[in-house]
């Protein structure tokens, strides 16, 4: 069955950089456009970025524009969030999620990961 | 940017009661609405998407309603897994979240 699974998780300083990964098996990964949203504690969902099956577009929220870099490997089943001058407000769970469209530009979010937790503090 | 208001932010209901929650886009986005089942510590789980189509292994007790602007998630008889919260979400320009609805138990 589908499964993703984050890693990359952790506590970083305000202005450092982490890298998130999200392993993805149990279906044709390249054939699938993939999201990222995360989710500030006591707030609700925000999409942070989307890129297309085969890595031709990709497209952020305002709030990471700039900072963040969605990529994937798809030799390698994974899914990537670079992000860099990271901020207090960026502290959050973040989820891979699988669109639920085949080969096409993205739709919504279909299936998604357990999350992996991203504080930032001093 | 399209904003997205959900209504109630919180809803208190009991086992069997029909439940709606609203949602409202600031533009048209035709039928281009998925709604999202979130618990604590889990995977948000989606529900419902281009506006009324169920996602598959999705109980039918959940029904998705509307276009444009106005849109519906009715739950028929609110069973005890449902005490959950719900977010609808348009990707008919970008992507953007409601703020969310927490069904409680009364």
């Known amino acids: 069955q589908v499964q993703l699974v984050e890693s990359g998780g952790g506590v970083v300083q305000p202005g450092r950089s982490l890298r998130l990964s999200c392993e993805a098996s149990g279906f044709t990964f390249s054939n699938y456009g993939m999201h990222w949203v995360r989710q500030a504690p006591g707030k609700g969902l925000e999409w942070v970025a989307v890129i297309w099956f085969d890595g031709s577009n990709k497209y952020y929220a305002d709030s990471v524009r700039g900072r963040f870099s969605i990529s994937r490997d798809n030799s390698k089943n994974t899914l990537y969030l670079q992000m860099n001058s990271l901020r207090a407000e960026d502290t959050a769970v973040y989820y891979c999620?699988?669109?639920?469209?085949?080969?096409?530009?993205?739709?919504?979010?279909?299936?998604w990961g357990q999350g992996t937790l991203v504080t930032v503090s001093s | 940017d399209i904003q997205m208001t959900q209504s109630p932010s919180t809803l208190s209901a009991s086992v069997g009661d029909r439940v709606t929650i609203s949602c409202r886009a600031s533009q048209s986005i035709t039928n281009w609405l998925a709604w999202y089942q979130l618990k604590p510590g889990k995977a948000p789980k989606l529900l419902i998407y281009k506006a009324s189509s169920l996602e598959s292994g999705v109980p039918s007790r959940f029904s998705g309603s509307g276009s444009g602007t106005e849109f519906t998630l009715t739950i028929s008889s609110l069973q005890p897994d449902d005490f959950a919260t719900y977010y609808c979400q348009q990707y008919n320009s970008s992507w953007t979240f409601g703020q969310g609805t927490k069904v409680e138990i009364k």
């Open positions: 999620a699988k669109d639920q469209r085949r080969a096409a530009a993205p739709g919504t979010p279909g299936y």
